[in-house]
């Protein structure tokens, strides 16, 4: 078999997973492994594998190989912080994402992702902040400033939060999900009218 038809492997594998046929995808990426024992991108690919498959302890362990192939690959970073999040070892998620941050300063998903684990162990001030750099990184992130106004509202910030929910809607104003935040914030305020109005709207 040639190396030049390994990104095929990886392609079939990939459409076998989506269509969930996970026998044939282990059977393809077996087979790309064969060619190519050492890619970071097959064990990433087998990685999220076994996690459609909720083999999650595999997962990890897949994405931590390809980690020692490649250990800036953003993939196997990105994947192995999510999942540990998912999973709640957020000591390990915290190591691999502040390493991540420092490889890629400039990568909001590390930041997103950073303040996620950082809100989850209650340090609300530090998931702000780390936030806070996403939304410089990555000013029209949907996603950004709803985490970030979130956080506000934990934090007791009452008017950052109806800010930061605000900005969200204009972004997305078709997701119900900043109205409904913002509904909630309101009515923290004790501003009733407001809060029945933005849990009202129809996206």
């Not at 999220?48 to 970073?77: M, P, S, V």
């Amino acid at each position: 078999m040639s190396p030049d038809n390994l990104g095929a492997y990886l392609n079939i594998g990939n459409l076998f997973t989506e269509l969930g046929e996970f026998e044939k995808a282990h059977k393809t990426y077996d087979l790309a492994l064969k060619m190519s024992v050492n890619n970071a991108q097959i064990y990433v690919n087998l990685g999220n594998l076994y996690r459609q498959e909720k083999d999650f302890d595999q997962a990890i362990t897949a994405y931590r190989k390809a980690l020692e192939i490649d250990k800036n690959h953003r993939g196997a970073r990105l994947n192995i912080v999510m999942l540990l999040n998912q999973q709640q070892r957020y000591s390990e998620a915290l190591e691999i994402c502040l390493e991540s941050v420092k490889i890629e300063p400039e990568n909001p998903h590390f930041y997103r992702q950073l303040g996620n684990i950082q809100r989850q162990i209650g340090e609300l001030e530090t998931a702000s902040t780390s936030y806070n750099q996403a939304i410089k990184l990555e000013q029209n992130n949907y996603d950004n400033y709803l985490l970030q106004g979130v956080t506000y509202q934990q934090l007791g910030k009452l008017e950052k939060a109806i800010e930061t929910y605000q900005q969200a809607q204009k972004l997305q104003p078709e997701k119900p999900c900043a109205y409904l935040c913002l509904g909630n914030a309101y009515w923290l305020q004790k501003d009733v009218s407001k809060a029945i109005e933005s849990r009202n709207v129809e996206c």
